[in-house]
């Protein structure tokens, strides 16, 4: 039998044949095999993300103290039982999302929850309010965003906002990153004099330090030595290394069950330890969201503005990296048409809008299309075919979330640090010898590490664009649309000030 896209004496199947016309097999001068390969090197490229994840989303509590699974950290083994539910919730939705991608958006690239997205949600939004008051809102950003791309008003949005100011935000949310994987690897805490300060007291020390140490140099190695893989090779290799350290020296955690530090060069959230058995994947984070919580609770219209922002917030960042991603994936397998978009460009994007939905209700934080996917079309991959069997991968490693507990901090960090520097190549598209782009993208990308916001930096970067531009005569080069979105972000900066005048 010979493969779809292949030349043949013999008439191939019908089913061969369809396959073959639905996914343009031959057309894009693909072949099964090469499909096959290329969706096998996306997974392995961005799989990272079951363990990242879970660092995230399953270790941060909400403004109730409690973790995203409804109890306090300080349970026995609430934590672990936090990161092993969000590994398997990512693994279902990046599965399912990616196989819908592969076969109605016929293009190779998968999706999964975006990193940036969780960190917004983990550490800006899930402390004004409850988990899944929290995922309601990733719902809604993914409604909206559906609704933009069914009506084509998704461009004008994309259109409004400047390159420069597109790029600081990605630029920032890099920074962010990376900080939230230094201070969780434990490399930058908390300083006695400083606000932060180079492990501990200043040095250095401990084993579980030096297994960050250890991950970050694996990973610079292998991704300058263009491994496939090489985040996942990095965070795998380093828990192994853990793994044994804890077994030989027997570390402690660094707090205890209130939270106190008692143990300065101690594992910062979880033991490298072998469990003692195994368990099913627990699904029982899906459908935990409420939709209108946040905005009940909210009390007042100035922070029912603040939600507003929230939700804004949530969706540009989710917004332009997805334009950028499926262009830049499509240039890489040379898919691109006339119009400088890929084929099947509106399904492609309405599938990517979906998988935002699709993370809100499983309680991972709102999925994306990711740039790794370019990987798998660098070994080959054309179609969407190469996205179903990252899909497939994906549901595999559900049966592989609980063992997730058993990668510590300082294993994983240390590939959130360097996807920091992945994403500072934006920095370049911003013109720093002009003040009105430099500016304005120096306060996004600097306030959202500084103040722990990414919603921070968004906004501070387009009141200060809107106003140099005013300054400089320029208003009318300022969309309308942007115009709406500083004022409602100079109100969202002032609820206290107007909350204190209306009182």
């Known amino acids: 039998m010979a493969n779809p896209g292949t030349t043949s004496a013999a008439p191939a199947p019908q089913t061969n044949k369809t396959i073959d016309n639905w996914f343009e097999l031959s057309k894009r001068g693909s072949t099964m095999g090469r499909e096959v390969r290329g969706g096998l090197v996306t997974f392995f490229t961005m799989a990272y993300i079951i363990i990242l994840n879970p660092i995230i989303i399953g270790t941060q509590v909400d403004v109730n103290g409690n973790l995203i699974t409804g109890v306090a950290p300080s349970v026995d083994g609430a934590v672990a039982t936090s990161m092993a ?24 690239i998968a999706l999964a929850t975006g990193l940036g997205l969780n960190a917004l949600v983990a550490y800006t939004i899930v402390k004004q309010m409850t988990w899944p008051q929290a995922m309601g809102l990733i719902v809604w950003e993914g409604v909206l965003i559906t609704i ?20 600081a935000i990605s630029v920032g949310i890099g920074l962010f990153i990376a900080f939230i994987g230094l201070v969780d690897g434990g490399v930058v805490r908390a300083g006695s004099g400083t606000p932060v ?6 040095e250095l020390l401990g084993w579980p330090i030096a297994i960050f140490l250890i991950g970050l140099a694996l990973i610079v190695a292998l991704y300058i030595r263009r491994v496939k893989g090489a985040l996942l090779i990095a965070i795998l290799s380093a828990t192994i290394i853990a793994v044994v350290v804890q077994a030989v020296l027997n570390l402690p955690l660094m707090k205890d069950a209130t939270g106190a530090v008692v143990n300065p060069t101690g594992w910062i959230q979880n033991l490298p330890a072998l469990t003692s058995g195994f368990t099913l994947p627990n699904l029982g984070l899906l459908g935990r969201v409420d939709m209108f919580g946040a905005f009940t609770s909210a009390g007042g219209a100035g922070a029912v503005i603040g939600i507003l922002l929230l939700i804004f917030s949530l969706l540009l960042s989710d917004f332009f990296d997805t334009m950028g991603t499926i262009v830049a994936v499509g240039a890489e397998g040379g898919l691109l048409q006339g119009d400088g978009n890929p084929p099947y460009t509106q399904e492609i994007l309405l599938v990517d809008s979906v998988a935002a939905i699709a993370g809100g209700v499983g309680s991972v934080s709102s999925a994306t299309s990711y740039i790794e996917s370019a990987s798998g079309v660098g070994e080959g991959a054309r179609t969407g075919i190469a996205s179903v069997v990252t899909g497939i991968a994906f549901l595999l490693t559900l049966f592989l979330a609980p063992l997730v507990e058993i990668v510590p901090a300082e294993a994983a960090t240390p590939a959130l640090f360097f996807v920091g520097f992945l994403m500072m190549s934006q920095v370049v598209h911003v013109d720093w010898d002009e003040p009105e782009e430099g500016i304005p993208a120096f306060l996004t990308i600097v306030l959202m590490p500084f103040t722990y916001s990414i919603t921070t930096g968004i906004g501070a970067g387009f009141i200060a664009f809107a106003l140099i531009k005013a300054l400089k005569g320029k208003a009318k080069d300022v969309h309308p649309l942007m115009w709406v979105v500083v004022a409602a972000f100079v109100l969202y900066f002032g609820q206290g000030i107007i909350t204190g005048l209306i009182s």
């Open 148 to 167: 933009l791309v069914l009506t084509g008003f998704r461009k004008a949005i994309f259109d409004a906002v400047p390159r420069s100011m597109r790029s």
């Open 85 to 108: 539910m969000v590994a398997a919730a990512t693994a279902l939705i990046a599965g399912i999302m990616t196989i819908i991608m592969g076969v109605y958006g016929r293009f190779p």
């Open 197 to 202: 300060q180079l492990g501990v007291y200043g």
